[in-house]
């Protein structure tokens, strides 16, 4: 070769190899730029007057799917400007790149609240994220299907704000679809090919199931679920046979129509058992079972009337084989609510109830004794028995007081039922009629009844107080921070909790006189030594008397919201202990509030002051009855001496008048004679 | 001879009687009401308290009573006052002179010829108008409305009191109220009852201080040396008095055994409490 042609290639190289070295850069020295102020964690900068933090995680962004982009490919309003650029930016355009998306998002509910400015309607980086977006793919991303559930709750879930504020058709979304098959099998069982809300809703055009574009609208749904149950036409054609596929003639049932959304569970049809074919045996009164001959009559219209009206015979009587002439031949066990009441069940299965159950004792109360069997009804329903005025009288048929379950009970509560009638809880409910009262249920809960000794029964003594404060929550927040509270240990010593002061069946108003009598004996049960001083001095003599209105324990210590004296929000402390005398004593002043509540004059360690002035008082009265009662007995001996003297010199001087008398008669004989 | 016309000495004026009437039902007003506190761990404490209607009728009553007990103090320095202008006396003459409550010379004469008698080593003392017992029950008085009437201020004003005193003093003053009612309440039902009304001469009860009478025997036996001045002076007529009809002095009699039970029941309840239900 020639060098001419050499030097011209080698001369190529070189500029091609410049151009890359530059051009490399320039991307380079871009991202870098805005990193300048943006990797400061404190950096700050305003937006609509709101200063917000405008920190950037160079971290996440490189592990983000827009690492290759430059910053200005988003922001693009700071393209080409002098830096720092200004601020108040306008939000970025997704749509730039993703126009497909921001176009269906535009027309969806989601992009029209937007439109109409509404604060709550979710963006882009609501559900994706900003500068750490992640792939769905990337089990991470708030959009994979193990985390859409999550993403969707944030808004859809029960208690927030849009769920309160907005108008929302569907209730407990969230709870619903973790319980139904659905849920249980992408959230509990990790099956990420199990539907997530994206799988029905679509992820960007969400519709209103009105809306006849929407994917859940009745005339689509059907595409939707088809997507994952692609021959279920042909599975309900040949199990389900005619009769539901068609009720009326040419209009076919919607997925919806049998299958709530959210609350999709297993479905229980057999081969062609429908309602109507157990009953052409159970509709007739005289039908009996073959094994022990008990009635097997059902009252159809009572099954229409209860709570499982829209359940079939067979989604409970899951065990029946339409295949069979006599279908419910096959059927073995007892029907399990848990199949649908999974949640209940498991409680239900834990709890003594459960646990005697279990072990087949006639004692176990099963589902149907407290609900019924095909009479089942919700307990908002006045005539269902576990309505809240009807709990006590259902739980009585067992625990009052001679009845199955108190004869083997060795515990220390009885005459339950009539102990609990005749307390304020009991005469609030059955005498009053407030069913937001407390009954048997609220305290010892429906499924997950268990003995106060179980840990986790909600009447052990460390879960009562969260027990009780489901209605008294006020006092239980005052509790929880008192010198009382379980956490605030010290000895180790048990401290009291609810029904050490107020008992359990037996709980009276806290105004009530005998209450406040009693409490004193409450308290002393623990604090016996200062419980012994306390009636040492004014306020406790008064109080034996019977007298309510002196200060008692939680007149100056508080209720629920006992502290040590050392802490300042205490009733006693420096500073609240005057006002808390003054409740009674308005002119209470800060010498006043010196008075010794505890004092007791038998210590002479801790009160001298009163030790001495008693013995000293003592002795003095001693000295006096002392002297006294010398000076009497001295005198008593020579004072009944005397007396005897005083009688002898009146009967001689009685004797002398009568022998006066008798000389001078004798005269007078003389005279006459 | 004086003795012939079947009057009687007048020992006390109607003041006096009145006052010391009123004295005795205070004065058992505020030792019931007071008990039921002292000893409000007994059974009888409750029920009595019950029976006054509740604790704080109780404490109605009991302050009611120490008002009386104030007033019947004041009115006895008013009549002190009264006196002193109607014998044209000075103070010194009227404290000190013969006829006073203060203690003298002879106070002490007598009482150790008291000690003496008592012991069978000399004669009974020649009494005057006021006895050594007699001066020291009145002083009692004195002393007991000096010390519970201040403390019981105290306790019945707390919130005034403490303007000056400490906090604790009203527990000092607790137990310096409570312990000499017990005194006071002990002593009267005691040795008071005993110096005046149970001893054998005079026994079950004297009536003297309810009606001011007395015989004159019995009154030249008890104060001989009062009567012989008397004679002396050619005084004795002037406090002769007409007896009180018998409707009277049954009248008397309930009052005064109706206190001297109650009296004894108190102590029978101090003795009770003190002894077997004490803590």
Known sequence: MDKPTQFFFKSILFVLFFVLFFIGKTVAQENSECLTCHEDKSATGTRKGKTISVFVDERKLSHSVHQSLSCVACHSDVEGKELPHEDDLKAVNCGNCHSDEQTQHAKSLHGKAIQRGDALAPKCSDCHGNHEILSASNSNSPTSPLKIPFTCGKCHQEGTKVQQQREIHQDHIIENFSESIHGEGLLRKGLIVAPNCASCHT??????????????????????????????????????????????????????????????????????????????????????????????????????????????????????????????????????CASCHAEVGTQYQKSMHGQLTAKNDPNGPTCKECHGEHTVKGKTDPTSPIFATNIPNLCAECHREGEKATRKYKGSQHEIIEHYTESIHGKGLMKSGLTVTATCTNCHTAHNVLPKSDSASSVNPDNLPKTCGNCHHGIQEQFEKSVHAQKISDNGKRKPVCNDCHTAHTIKRADEQGFKLEIMQQCGRCHEEITETYFDTYHGKVSQLGYTKTAKCYDCHGAHD???????????????????????????????????????????????????????????????????????????????????????????????????????????????? | ??????????????????????????????????????????????????????????????RLAAVFMFGIFVAHIVELFKMKKREDKTWRKLIFGPDSMMFNRNDLKEFIGSIKWFL????????????????????????????????????????????????????????????????????????????????????????????????????????????????????????LVEPYQPIVIKAVRVFGYTALTVGFSIVIWIIYAMLFAYR
């Open chain 1, 203 to 336: 992820s960007h055009s969400i519709l209103p199931h009105t809306d006849n574009n929407s994917s859940i609208s009745r005339n689509k749904i059907a595409n939707t679920c088809t997507k994952c149950h692609a021959q279920i036409e042909q599975v309900h054609r040949k199990i389900i046979k005619g009769e539901l596929w068609e009720k009326q003639a040419h209009v076919l049932p919607a997925c919806v129509d049998c299958h709530q959304p959210h609350k999709v569970r297993k479905v229980f049809y057999s081969q062609g058992m429908a309602d109507s074919d157990c009953m052409r045996c159970h509709d007739k009164q005289d039908v009996k079972s073959t094994k022990d001959g008990r009635s097997l009559y059902v009252d159809f219209t009572h099954v229409k009337q209860s709570k499982h009206a829209k359940v079939s015979c067979s989604q409970c009587h899951s065990e029946v084989n339409a295949s069979s002439v006599r279908p419910c031949e096959t059927i073995t066990q007892k029907v399990d």
């Open chain 2, 1 to 62: 001879m004086a003795n012939g016309n079947g009057k009687q000495f007048l020992r006390f004026i109607r003041l006096n009687r009145v006052l010391h009437i009123v004295m005795i039902v205070s004065f058992m007003s505020l030792a019931l009401t007071g008990m039921t506190l002292k000893f409000s761990y007994t059974t009888w404490a409750v029920i009595l308290a019950h029976l006054f209607g509740g604790f704080e009728s109780a404490g109605y009553v009991h």
């Open chain 2, 120 to 239: 069978g080593k000399g004669p009974r003392p020649k009494f005057g108008r006021w006895t050594y017992w007699e001066k020291f029950d009145y002083f009692a008085v004195f002393w007991g409305i000096f010390v519970i009437g201040s403390t019981g201020l105290t306790l019945w004003f707390p919130e005034i009191f403490t303007l000056v005193l400490p906090g604790y003093f009203l527990n000092i003053a607790t137990i310096i109220h409570s312990d000499e009612a017990l005194l006071a309440v002990g002593f009267i039902f005691t040795v008071h009852f005993f110096n005046t009304h149970l001893r054998p001469e005079k026994f079950p009860m004297d009536l003297v201080v309810f009606t001011g009478r007395m015989d004159l025997e019995e009154f030249k036996h008890d104060k001989p040396a009062e009567y012989e001045a008397l004679v002396k002076s050619g005084e004795l007529e002037n406090y």
């Open chain 1, 562 to 673: 006992i502290l040590p004296v050392t802490d300042p929000k205490s009733h006693l402390s420096h500073d609240n202990v005057v006002g808390t005398c003054q409740k009674c004593h308005e002119g209470a002043n800060r010498r006043f509030a010196g008075y010794l509540t505890h004092a007791t004059h038998h210590d002479p360690e801790k009160y001298p002051l009163l030790f001495w002035t008693f013995w000293g008082m003592t002795s003095l009265l001693i000295g006096t009855f002392v002297f006294g009662g010398i000076h009497t007995l001295l005198w008593l001996p020579r004072a009944l001496q005397m007396k005897r003297e005083m009688r002898q010199k009146a009967m001689m001087k009685e004797k002398e008048q009568t022998e006066q008398l008798d000389s001078t008669t004798k005269k007078e004989g003389e005279n006459n004679g």
